[in-house]
């Protein structure tokens, strides 16, 4: 199982709860001191994780990734495309760059880490691809036009894959996860945080292990 933004958050999360199901995992992401030390972790409770860096926003980077991922752990058969970036701000101001890295990060990558598995997949005659999407991808989000892009894409990309991949037995899936409390949301500032939570009925945030569970 290829993990990426396996670093932290809810990547780490999935890498972990992936391992402890007996899957081996590569967790992939751009600082390789991280994974390794999430990697250790998985090899202290006894299970069998690889590193790979990788940056998303290289293509050269993607496929090189999943070569020695291949070579290293063998034929990834589950792809959990997780790593994701936001760039908020008003559409009238936003940046041109902050669009494109968002949209290249979250969308482009994703499509082409899920080209990368897919030979191996159809050859194993068996596959599970699983993109994090998130709940704005379906609401929308003032602030988040670039993200939300990306994730509503998502969401499109995983039901047209999963039409055209379902004859060879490789499933696609989208999770759209809520407020999940991780480093990405701990730079919202207090104000939001009470609004949104506000608006969930249990009255929490989501934890990664959470995301995690509907992954597994
Ligand atoms: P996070 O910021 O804690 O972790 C993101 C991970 O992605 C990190 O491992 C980071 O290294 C990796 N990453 C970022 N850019 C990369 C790049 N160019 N190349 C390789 N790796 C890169 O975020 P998180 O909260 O754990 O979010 C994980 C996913 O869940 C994201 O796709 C995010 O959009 C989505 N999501 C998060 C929430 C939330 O509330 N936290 C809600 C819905 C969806």
């Not at 969401?155 to 759209?176: M, P």
């Not at 809520?178 to 990405?184: E, H, L, P, S």
């Amino acid at each position: 199982a290829f993990v990426t933004g396996a670093s932290r958050g809810i990547g780490r999360a999935c890498a972990i709860s992936l391992a402890s199901a007996g899957h081996r995992v590569v967790l992939a992401a751009r600082d390789l001191a991280k994974l390794e030390s999430v990697a250790e972790e998985i090899r202290a409770t006894g299970g069998t994780a690889f590193v790979s860096a990788m940056d998303l926003s290289s293509e050269d980077s993607i496929r090189a990734a999943f070569k020695q991922a291949a070579s290293e752990a063998g034929p990834i058969t589950i792809l959990v495309n997780n790593a994701g970036i936001t760039r908020d701000g008003l559409s009238m101001r936003m940046k041109r760059e902050d669009w494109d890295a968002v949209l290249q990060t979250n969308l482009t990558g994703s499509f082409l880490c899920i080209q990368q598995v897919m030979p191996a997949m159809m050859k194993e005659r068996w596959g599970r691809i699983v993109n994090i999407s998130s709940v704005v991808g379906e609401s929308g989000n003032p602030g988040q036009a670039n993200y939300v892009a990306s994730k509503a894409g998502l969401i499109g990309l995983t039901k047209s894959l999963a039409q055209e991949l379902g004859s060879r037995n490789i499933t696609v899936n989208a999770i759209t996860p809520g407020f999940i409390d991780t480093d990405m949301t701990a730079v919202l500032s207090e104000e939001v945080k009470q609004r949104m939570l506000a608006g969930i009925p249990l009255k929490r945030f989501g934890k990664p292990e959470d995301v995690a569970a509907a992954v597994r």
